[in-house]
């Protein structure tokens, strides 16, 4: 049973350059979140997908673009880099509930992550 | 208002040792979720122990417990017997379910070392 998988696992780009990361959920999976991690931080949200559509969102400017697709894969686009893009960007994926049912643990299940670099 | 706090860095401990990652939260809302996740160097994020705020007991993984006292907003993780594999980056983190969806909230971390 395949994790969640994210290419590319490292990248580097230059200032004002778009860029554009990739995640498959795991099996069963249908929620696809993606998280920045600068360096020596914890991961902060930027947004989650369920049923194709940005369903919650981090601060983070309109730059940050995502979309999912019918077989629940994810994309996380990024214009105009700038230098303080450089992190890890984690997706991770989790199985969506409902909140008035009790959810228990629906932990969210990460990805080995893309390192990009912009210089 | 930060709602995750790790208090602690870094912490240092002998192998075969126990040793506790402090982790307090806020939040007004009554149903949420409270994770441990372990981040080596490789950077993945590895789901250790969860703790629902309606859970009675105290979560328990192998050699993980989740010491939980709701009252003072604490969800500290437990590690027995630590090996040298437990060297790396431990995050507590919660999630907040709100109408829109599930974010998780991360702390900044505690880095653990693990000695021989």
Not at chain 1, 52 to 59: A, H, L, M, S, T
Not at chain 2, 63 to 90: C, E, H, P, T, W
Request: charged share 15%; with cysteine; glycine share 8%.
């Amino acid at each position: 049973d395949a994790g969640v998988t994210q290419s590319p696992t490292h990248l580097i780009k230059t200032r004002g350059q778009q860029v554009t990361l990739r995640c498959s959920p795991k099996s069963g999976h249908d929620t696809v979140s993606w998280y920045q991690q600068a360096l020596g931080q914890g991961p902060q949200f930027i947004f989650q997908y369920y049923e194709e559509e940005e369903r919650q969102r981090g601060n983070f400017p309109d730059r940050f673009s995502g979309h999912q697709f019918p077989n629940y894969s994810s994309e996380l686009n990024v214009n105009a880099l700038l230098l303080g893009d450089s992190a890890l960007y984690l997706c991770a994926s989790s199985l969506h509930r409902d909140r008035g049912r009790h959810w228990g643990n629906t932990e969210a299940f990460f990805g080995q992550g893309t390192r990009l670099t912009v210089v | 208002a930060q709602k995750i706090t790790q208090t602690q860095p870094g912490m240092f401990v002998q192998e075969k040792e126990a040793v506790t990652l402090d982790c307090t939260y806020d939040t007004s809302d009554p149903s949420y979720g409270l994770f441990w996740y372990k981040q080596p160097s490789s950077g993945e994020m590895i789901f250790l122990i969860y703790q629902g705020s309606y859970d009675q007991q105290n979560a328990t993984e192998g050699r993980y417990s989740l010491n939980f006292q709701k009252a003072r907003k604490s969800a500290n993780l437990v590690i027995s017997a630590s090996q040298l594999g437990d060297s790396a980056m431990y995050f507590c983190a919660m999630r907040e379910v709100n109408q829109a969806g599930t974010a998780l909230i991360f702390g900044k971390g505690t880095t653990l070392s693990v000695s021989s």
